[in-house]
Protein backbone atom coordinates (compact mmCIF):
# COMPACT_ATOMS: atom_id res chain seq x y z
CA UNK A 1 0.00 0.00 0.00
CA UNK A 2 1.04 3.16 -0.76
CA UNK A 3 0.54 6.77 -0.25
CA UNK A 4 -2.82 7.18 1.16
CA UNK A 5 -4.73 10.27 0.24
CA UNK A 6 -6.52 12.09 2.38
CA UNK A 7 -10.22 13.51 1.17
CA UNK A 8 -13.33 12.62 0.78
CA UNK A 9 -14.70 10.18 -2.41
CA UNK A 10 -17.79 10.51 -5.10
CA UNK A 11 -18.88 7.74 -6.44
CA UNK A 12 -21.41 7.85 -9.51
CA UNK A 13 -23.48 5.46 -12.04
CA UNK A 14 -24.06 6.02 -15.46
CA UNK A 15 -25.59 4.61 -18.79
CA UNK A 16 -28.09 1.91 -19.03
CA UNK A 17 -29.05 0.43 -15.33
CA UNK A 18 -28.85 -2.98 -14.92
CA UNK A 19 -29.62 -6.34 -12.28
CA UNK A 20 -26.77 -6.08 -10.15
CA UNK A 21 -25.09 -2.27 -10.77
CA UNK A 22 -26.09 -1.37 -6.88
CA UNK A 23 -24.16 -4.25 -6.16
CA UNK A 24 -21.19 -2.46 -7.45
CA UNK A 25 -22.05 0.61 -5.04
CA UNK A 26 -22.48 -1.20 -2.26
CA UNK A 27 -19.03 -2.92 -3.12
CA UNK A 28 -17.74 0.35 -2.65
CA UNK A 29 -19.79 2.08 0.44
CA UNK A 30 -18.63 -1.24 2.33
CA UNK A 31 -15.32 -0.94 1.43
CA UNK A 32 -14.80 2.91 1.73
CA UNK A 33 -16.26 2.87 5.17
CA UNK A 34 -12.99 0.95 6.29
CA UNK A 35 -10.74 3.44 5.77
CA UNK A 36 -10.87 6.57 8.14
CA UNK A 37 -8.46 8.51 5.74
CA UNK A 38 -11.83 9.06 3.50
CA UNK A 39 -14.45 11.24 5.92
CA UNK A 40 -17.17 11.30 3.24
CA UNK A 41 -18.49 9.28 0.89
CA UNK A 42 -20.71 10.94 -1.50
CA UNK A 43 -23.22 9.90 -4.30
CA UNK A 44 -23.30 11.56 -7.25
CA UNK A 45 -27.11 12.21 -8.38
CA UNK A 46 -27.91 10.86 -12.13
CA UNK A 47 -23.46 10.62 -12.16
CA UNK A 48 -21.95 13.48 -13.75
CA UNK A 49 -25.13 15.50 -14.61
CA UNK A 50 -25.20 15.57 -10.58
CA UNK A 51 -21.64 16.43 -10.03
CA UNK A 52 -21.51 19.24 -11.84
CA UNK A 53 -24.61 20.47 -10.31
CA UNK A 54 -23.45 19.38 -7.04
CA UNK A 55 -26.47 17.17 -6.09
CA UNK A 56 -25.15 14.16 -3.87
CA UNK A 57 -26.33 11.32 -1.29
CA UNK A 58 -24.66 11.27 1.89
CA UNK A 59 -23.15 7.82 1.84
CA UNK A 60 -21.39 7.59 5.12
CA UNK A 61 -23.02 5.56 8.00
CA UNK A 62 -25.84 3.93 5.89
CA UNK A 63 -26.91 0.94 8.14
CA UNK A 64 -26.03 -2.42 6.91
CA UNK A 65 -29.55 -3.81 6.82
CA UNK A 66 -30.42 -1.21 3.75
CA UNK A 67 -27.35 -1.53 1.78
CA UNK A 68 -28.08 -5.30 1.70
CA UNK A 69 -31.44 -4.04 0.33
CA UNK A 70 -30.17 -1.85 -2.44
CA UNK A 71 -27.71 -4.01 -3.36
CA UNK A 72 -30.24 -6.69 -4.65
CA UNK A 73 -32.33 -3.88 -5.87
CA UNK A 74 -32.33 -3.69 -9.90
CA UNK A 75 -30.99 -0.39 -11.79
CA UNK A 76 -29.23 2.83 -10.42
CA UNK A 77 -29.67 3.41 -6.64
CA UNK A 78 -27.81 6.66 -7.26
CA UNK A 79 -30.01 7.84 -10.77
CA UNK A 80 -27.87 7.61 -13.83
CA UNK A 81 -27.29 9.23 -16.89
CA UNK A 82 -26.34 9.56 -20.22
CA UNK A 83 -24.26 12.71 -20.82
CA UNK A 84 -20.72 11.90 -22.79
CA UNK A 85 -18.65 14.69 -21.16
CA UNK A 86 -16.13 16.32 -23.17
CA UNK A 87 -12.72 18.13 -22.34
CA UNK A 88 -15.25 21.29 -20.95
CA UNK A 89 -17.34 19.19 -19.48
CA UNK A 90 -14.77 17.08 -17.31
CA UNK A 91 -13.59 20.56 -16.58
CA UNK A 92 -16.55 21.48 -14.26
CA UNK A 93 -16.48 17.93 -12.80
CA UNK A 94 -12.58 18.45 -11.61
CA UNK A 95 -13.40 22.06 -10.22
CA UNK A 96 -16.23 20.82 -8.40
CA UNK A 97 -14.15 17.30 -7.11
CA UNK A 98 -10.99 20.61 -6.13
CA UNK A 99 -13.78 22.53 -4.06
CA UNK A 100 -14.91 20.01 -2.03
CA UNK A 101 -11.18 18.34 -1.20
CA UNK A 102 -11.99 14.74 -3.61
CA UNK A 103 -9.81 12.91 -3.70
CA UNK A 104 -10.91 9.46 -5.07
CA UNK A 105 -13.62 9.16 -7.42
CA UNK A 106 -15.35 5.99 -8.62
CA UNK A 107 -17.50 5.82 -11.67
CA UNK A 108 -19.65 3.15 -12.64
CA UNK A 109 -20.67 2.52 -16.30
CA UNK A 110 -19.45 1.64 -19.53
CA UNK A 111 -17.32 2.33 -22.24
CA UNK A 112 -18.01 6.41 -21.74
CA UNK A 113 -17.51 6.26 -18.36
CA UNK A 114 -14.03 4.66 -18.83
CA UNK A 115 -13.31 7.31 -21.39
CA UNK A 116 -15.37 10.33 -18.90
CA UNK A 117 -12.83 8.70 -15.70
CA UNK A 118 -9.60 9.31 -18.49
CA UNK A 119 -10.44 12.61 -19.39
CA UNK A 120 -10.95 13.50 -15.47
CA UNK A 121 -7.44 11.87 -14.70
CA UNK A 122 -5.37 13.45 -16.94
CA UNK A 123 -6.81 16.87 -15.88
CA UNK A 124 -6.07 16.23 -12.65
CA UNK A 125 -2.50 15.13 -13.46
CA UNK A 126 -1.93 17.90 -15.71
CA UNK A 127 -3.28 19.99 -12.53
CA UNK A 128 -0.69 18.37 -10.64
CA UNK A 129 -3.80 17.30 -8.49
CA UNK A 130 -4.02 14.16 -6.56
CA UNK A 131 -6.65 12.27 -7.29
CA UNK A 132 -7.56 8.76 -7.53
CA UNK A 133 -9.95 7.77 -10.39
CA UNK A 134 -11.05 4.01 -10.88
CA UNK A 135 -13.94 2.99 -13.52
CA UNK A 136 -16.32 -0.30 -12.22
CA UNK A 137 -17.00 -2.17 -15.42
CA UNK A 138 -21.05 -2.63 -16.15
CA UNK A 139 -22.90 -3.06 -19.22
CA UNK A 140 -25.09 -5.86 -20.60
CA UNK A 141 -23.74 -5.78 -23.48
CA UNK A 142 -20.85 -7.45 -22.74
CA UNK A 143 -18.39 -5.12 -24.67
CA UNK A 144 -15.99 -3.58 -22.78
CA UNK A 145 -12.45 -4.33 -23.89
CA UNK A 146 -10.44 -5.93 -21.82
CA UNK A 147 -12.29 -7.37 -19.17
CA UNK A 148 -13.41 -11.07 -19.72
CA UNK A 149 -16.88 -9.95 -18.84
CA UNK A 150 -18.91 -7.13 -17.85
CA UNK A 151 -21.28 -6.98 -14.85
CA UNK A 152 -24.99 -6.99 -15.55
CA UNK A 153 -24.39 -9.14 -18.48
CA UNK A 154 -24.77 -12.53 -16.53
CA UNK A 155 -28.12 -11.63 -14.93
CA UNK A 156 -29.71 -10.43 -18.36
CA UNK A 157 -28.30 -13.27 -20.23
CA UNK A 158 -30.05 -15.57 -17.64
CA UNK A 159 -33.18 -13.24 -18.50
CA UNK A 160 -32.58 -14.07 -21.82
CA UNK A 161 -32.05 -17.47 -21.85
CA UNK A 162 -35.42 -17.89 -18.80
CA UNK A 163 -37.20 -16.17 -21.68
CA UNK A 164 -36.54 -18.21 -24.67
CA UNK A 165 -37.30 -21.15 -22.57
CA UNK A 166 -40.97 -20.42 -21.82
CA UNK A 167 -41.35 -18.47 -25.89
CA UNK A 168 -39.86 -21.74 -27.40
CA UNK A 169 -41.93 -23.95 -25.11
CA UNK A 170 -45.18 -21.65 -26.16
CA UNK A 171 -44.03 -22.40 -29.80
CA UNK A 172 -44.19 -25.82 -29.42
CA UNK A 173 -47.67 -25.59 -28.32
CA UNK A 174 -48.60 -23.84 -31.15
CA UNK A 175 -46.79 -24.10 -33.95
CA UNK A 176 -45.50 -21.20 -36.07
CA UNK A 177 -42.88 -18.40 -36.08
CA UNK A 178 -41.54 -16.64 -33.52
CA UNK A 179 -38.96 -13.18 -33.79
CA UNK A 180 -37.54 -11.90 -30.86
CA UNK A 181 -35.40 -8.90 -30.83
CA UNK A 182 -32.74 -7.81 -28.08
CA UNK A 183 -30.96 -5.59 -27.09
CA UNK A 184 -27.22 -5.24 -28.62
CA UNK A 185 -26.27 -2.32 -31.21
CA UNK A 186 -22.25 -3.58 -32.13
CA UNK A 187 -22.20 -6.93 -29.81
CA UNK A 188 -24.43 -9.66 -29.79
CA UNK A 189 -23.11 -10.95 -26.98
CA UNK A 190 -26.93 -10.67 -25.26
CA UNK A 191 -28.44 -12.13 -28.44
CA UNK A 192 -26.34 -15.52 -28.08
CA UNK A 193 -27.11 -15.41 -24.61
CA UNK A 194 -30.36 -17.58 -26.00
CA UNK A 195 -28.85 -20.51 -26.83
CA UNK A 196 -28.89 -21.58 -23.70
CA UNK A 197 -32.51 -22.23 -23.76
CA UNK A 198 -31.98 -25.27 -26.23
CA UNK A 199 -32.15 -28.96 -23.79
CA UNK A 200 -33.73 -30.86 -26.69
CA UNK A 201 -32.18 -31.14 -29.95
CA UNK A 202 -35.20 -29.89 -31.83
CA UNK A 203 -35.41 -26.66 -28.85
CA UNK A 204 -34.97 -23.00 -30.34
CA UNK A 205 -33.82 -20.47 -31.17
CA UNK A 206 -33.22 -22.21 -34.11
CA UNK A 207 -31.83 -19.46 -35.71
CA UNK A 208 -29.58 -16.64 -34.36
CA UNK A 209 -28.28 -13.50 -35.94
CA UNK A 210 -25.83 -11.47 -34.30
CA UNK A 211 -25.01 -7.66 -35.16
CA UNK A 212 -21.25 -8.97 -35.84
CA UNK A 213 -22.43 -10.26 -39.52
CA UNK A 214 -24.20 -8.40 -42.60
CA UNK A 215 -28.05 -9.53 -42.13
CA UNK A 216 -29.67 -10.23 -45.83
CA UNK A 217 -33.71 -10.22 -45.89
CA UNK A 218 -33.92 -12.85 -48.15
CA UNK A 219 -31.40 -14.92 -46.69
CA UNK A 220 -33.38 -14.56 -43.56
CA UNK A 221 -36.88 -15.78 -45.05
CA UNK A 222 -35.31 -18.47 -46.73
CA UNK A 223 -33.36 -19.86 -43.55
CA UNK A 224 -36.90 -19.56 -41.79
CA UNK A 225 -38.68 -21.68 -44.28
CA UNK A 226 -36.20 -24.36 -44.32
CA UNK A 227 -36.48 -24.54 -40.39
CA UNK A 228 -40.25 -24.38 -40.87
CA UNK A 229 -40.17 -27.20 -43.22
CA UNK A 230 -37.85 -29.40 -40.99
CA UNK A 231 -39.53 -28.74 -37.70
CA UNK A 232 -42.83 -27.41 -38.40
CA UNK A 233 -42.22 -23.87 -36.65
CA UNK A 234 -39.13 -21.86 -36.22
CA UNK A 235 -37.75 -19.45 -33.27
CA UNK A 236 -35.91 -16.46 -34.09
CA UNK A 237 -33.51 -14.21 -32.31
CA UNK A 238 -32.06 -11.24 -34.00
CA UNK A 239 -30.15 -8.40 -32.12
CA UNK A 240 -31.88 -5.39 -32.55
CA UNK A 241 -28.08 -3.90 -34.66
CA UNK A 242 -28.38 -5.93 -37.26
CA UNK A 243 -27.18 -4.16 -40.45
CA UNK A 244 -26.65 -5.03 -43.85
CA UNK A 245 -24.11 -5.40 -46.11
CA UNK A 246 -23.37 -1.82 -46.35
CA UNK A 247 -23.19 -1.17 -42.58
CA UNK A 248 -26.66 0.49 -42.35
CA UNK A 249 -28.75 -0.67 -39.05
CA UNK A 250 -31.64 -2.44 -40.17
CA UNK A 251 -33.63 -0.55 -37.58
CA UNK A 252 -33.25 2.37 -38.82
CA UNK A 253 -33.94 1.35 -42.54
CA UNK A 254 -37.11 0.16 -41.35
CA UNK A 255 -38.25 3.28 -39.84
CA UNK A 256 -37.03 5.73 -43.31
CA UNK A 257 -39.33 3.49 -45.09
CA UNK A 258 -42.28 3.73 -42.78
CA UNK A 259 -41.00 7.33 -42.22
CA UNK A 260 -41.07 7.19 -38.59
CA UNK A 261 -39.73 9.71 -36.85
CA UNK A 262 -36.37 8.92 -35.95
CA UNK A 263 -35.12 9.46 -32.03
CA UNK A 264 -31.84 9.88 -31.37
CA UNK A 265 -29.24 9.90 -28.05
CA UNK A 266 -27.00 12.36 -26.68
CA UNK A 267 -24.76 10.60 -28.86
CA UNK A 268 -26.11 11.22 -32.09
CA UNK A 269 -27.06 7.38 -32.65
CA UNK A 270 -30.54 6.56 -33.64
CA UNK A 271 -32.54 5.10 -31.04
CA UNK A 272 -32.36 1.37 -31.70
CA UNK A 273 -34.71 0.41 -29.20
CA UNK A 274 -37.34 3.40 -30.15
CA UNK A 275 -37.53 1.58 -33.74
CA UNK A 276 -36.96 -2.47 -32.95
CA UNK A 277 -40.77 -2.75 -32.25
CA UNK A 278 -41.08 -1.32 -35.90
CA UNK A 279 -37.79 -4.17 -37.10
CA UNK A 280 -40.16 -6.91 -35.06
CA UNK A 281 -43.19 -6.09 -37.09
CA UNK A 282 -41.04 -5.87 -40.45
CA UNK A 283 -39.45 -9.25 -40.28
CA UNK A 284 -42.24 -10.54 -39.29
CA UNK A 285 -44.76 -9.27 -42.01
CA UNK A 286 -41.45 -10.30 -44.55
CA UNK A 287 -41.85 -13.86 -43.52
CA UNK A 288 -45.56 -13.61 -44.14
CA UNK A 289 -45.67 -11.84 -47.81
CA UNK A 290 -43.09 -14.46 -48.57
CA UNK A 291 -43.87 -17.67 -46.98
CA UNK A 292 -47.32 -18.49 -47.95
CA UNK A 293 -47.21 -21.94 -46.59
CA UNK A 294 -46.93 -20.03 -43.28
CA UNK A 295 -49.64 -19.02 -41.62
CA UNK A 296 -48.65 -18.02 -37.70
CA UNK A 297 -46.26 -15.29 -37.40
CA UNK A 298 -45.57 -13.60 -34.20
CA UNK A 299 -42.78 -11.18 -33.20
CA UNK A 300 -42.01 -9.35 -29.96
CA UNK A 301 -39.73 -6.68 -28.64
CA UNK A 302 -37.52 -7.91 -25.45
CA UNK A 303 -36.00 -3.63 -25.02
CA UNK A 304 -35.67 -2.37 -21.37
CA UNK A 305 -37.36 -5.59 -19.57
CA UNK A 306 -33.81 -7.08 -20.41
CA UNK A 307 -31.67 -4.76 -17.89
CA UNK A 308 -33.67 -4.40 -14.70
CA UNK A 309 -35.80 -7.62 -14.25
CA UNK A 310 -35.88 -7.96 -10.31
CA UNK A 311 -37.23 -11.80 -10.30
CA UNK A 312 -34.24 -13.26 -12.46
CA UNK A 313 -30.41 -12.19 -11.83
CA UNK A 314 -27.54 -14.41 -11.73
CA UNK A 315 -25.35 -14.76 -8.56
CA UNK A 316 -22.45 -15.48 -9.73
CA UNK A 317 -23.20 -11.76 -11.33
CA UNK A 318 -24.41 -10.36 -8.32
CA UNK A 319 -21.29 -11.53 -6.55
CA UNK A 320 -18.54 -10.01 -9.06
CA UNK A 321 -20.27 -7.01 -9.58
CA UNK A 322 -19.91 -6.68 -5.48
CA UNK A 323 -16.06 -7.68 -5.87
CA UNK A 324 -15.29 -5.10 -8.69
CA UNK A 325 -16.91 -2.21 -6.38
CA UNK A 326 -14.96 -3.45 -3.60
CA UNK A 327 -11.90 -4.00 -5.75
CA UNK A 328 -11.63 -0.59 -6.95
CA UNK A 329 -11.37 1.12 -3.80
CA UNK A 330 -8.71 -1.52 -3.12
CA UNK A 331 -6.80 -0.56 -5.78
CA UNK A 332 -7.14 3.18 -4.81
CA UNK A 333 -5.33 2.71 -1.71
CA UNK A 334 -2.05 2.35 -4.10
CA UNK A 335 -0.16 5.51 -5.08
CA UNK A 336 -0.56 6.58 -8.25
CA UNK A 337 -2.92 3.46 -9.28
CA UNK A 338 -6.14 4.98 -11.75
CA UNK A 339 -7.94 2.74 -14.03
CA UNK A 340 -10.42 0.50 -14.32
CA UNK A 341 -11.49 -3.17 -12.61
CA UNK A 342 -11.05 -5.62 -14.89
CA UNK A 343 -12.34 -9.45 -14.51
CA UNK A 344 -10.22 -12.29 -15.06
CA UNK A 345 -11.35 -15.86 -15.93
CA UNK A 346 -8.50 -18.39 -14.55
CA UNK A 347 -7.11 -21.39 -15.33
CA UNK A 348 -9.20 -24.10 -13.36
CA UNK A 349 -11.57 -27.12 -13.39
CA UNK A 350 -14.05 -25.28 -12.30
CA UNK A 351 -14.83 -21.34 -12.94
CA UNK A 352 -13.02 -19.00 -11.46
CA UNK A 353 -12.46 -15.45 -11.47
CA UNK A 354 -9.88 -12.50 -10.57
CA UNK A 355 -9.49 -9.51 -10.88
CA UNK A 356 -6.78 -6.87 -12.21
CA UNK A 357 -6.39 -3.01 -12.61
CA UNK A 358 -5.53 -1.80 -16.01
CA UNK A 359 -4.79 1.49 -17.07
CA UNK A 360 -7.89 3.73 -18.88
CA UNK A 361 -6.69 4.07 -22.47
CA UNK A 362 -6.77 0.32 -22.33
CA UNK A 363 -10.53 0.12 -21.64
CA UNK A 364 -11.43 3.27 -23.56
CA UNK A 365 -8.61 3.92 -26.43
CA UNK A 366 -9.00 6.98 -28.26
CA UNK A 367 -7.92 5.89 -31.74
CA UNK A 368 -9.36 2.00 -31.58
CA UNK A 369 -12.40 0.18 -31.64
CA UNK A 370 -14.48 1.18 -28.22
CA UNK A 371 -16.33 -2.24 -27.91
CA UNK A 372 -15.35 -5.73 -28.10
CA UNK A 373 -17.40 -8.35 -30.50
CA UNK A 374 -18.74 -11.72 -29.91
CA UNK A 375 -15.69 -13.88 -31.66
CA UNK A 376 -15.56 -14.94 -34.89
CA UNK A 377 -15.06 -19.09 -33.44
CA UNK A 378 -18.70 -18.40 -31.74
CA UNK A 379 -20.38 -17.63 -35.07
CA UNK A 380 -21.45 -20.36 -37.49
CA UNK A 381 -20.42 -19.98 -40.81
CA UNK A 382 -23.77 -19.43 -42.22
CA UNK A 383 -24.18 -16.61 -39.82
CA UNK A 384 -27.39 -17.56 -38.82
CA UNK A 385 -26.47 -19.39 -35.62
CA UNK A 386 -24.25 -19.45 -32.62
CA UNK A 387 -22.65 -22.64 -31.85
CA UNK A 388 -22.92 -24.45 -28.92
CA UNK A 389 -19.21 -23.76 -27.88
CA UNK A 390 -20.60 -20.46 -26.71
CA UNK A 391 -22.11 -22.01 -23.80
CA UNK A 392 -18.84 -22.66 -21.65
CA UNK A 393 -18.23 -19.31 -21.91
CA UNK A 394 -21.19 -18.07 -20.86
CA UNK A 395 -23.13 -20.66 -18.80
CA UNK A 396 -21.11 -20.01 -15.68
CA UNK A 397 -22.13 -16.13 -15.99
CA UNK A 398 -25.52 -17.43 -15.73
CA UNK A 399 -25.97 -19.85 -13.04
CA UNK A 400 -28.79 -22.27 -13.00
CA UNK A 401 -31.43 -22.08 -15.75
CA UNK A 402 -35.29 -23.12 -15.23
CA UNK A 403 -36.13 -26.50 -15.83
CA UNK A 404 -38.70 -28.32 -18.20
CA UNK A 405 -40.67 -31.65 -18.32
CA UNK A 406 -41.91 -33.19 -21.49
CA UNK A 407 -43.43 -36.78 -22.57
CA UNK A 408 -41.06 -38.63 -24.60
CA UNK A 409 -43.27 -40.42 -26.79
CA UNK A 410 -46.60 -40.61 -28.87
CA UNK A 411 -48.88 -43.52 -28.81
CA UNK A 412 -51.77 -44.12 -31.50
CA UNK A 413 -54.94 -45.78 -30.64
CA UNK A 414 -56.23 -48.12 -32.48
CA UNK A 415 -59.20 -47.22 -34.17
Not at 144 to 165: E, Q, R, W
Amino acid sequence: MGHLLTGNAVVGQAGGPTAVINQSLVGVIQEVQKYHHIPRLLGARHGVRGIISEQFYDLNRQPTNMLELVAQTPAAALGATRDKPDVEYCEKIFNVFRKHDVRYFFYIGGNDSAQTAQIVNRLATDAKYELRVIHIPKTIDNDLLVTDHCPGYGSAAKFVASAFIGDDLDNRALKGVKINILMGRHAGFLTAASILARQRPDDGPHLVYLPERPFDLDKFVNDVESVFDRFGRCVVAISEGISDVHGAPWAEKVQVMRKEAMERDDFGNVQLSAGAGSLADYLSAMVRQKCKSIRRVRADTFGYLQRSFPGSYSEVDAWEARLVGQMAVSYSMDADHDGSVALVRLPSTTYAVGTKLVPLREVAPENAPFTKDVPDEYINEACNNVLNSFREYVSPLVGDLPKVGWFEQITQMPV
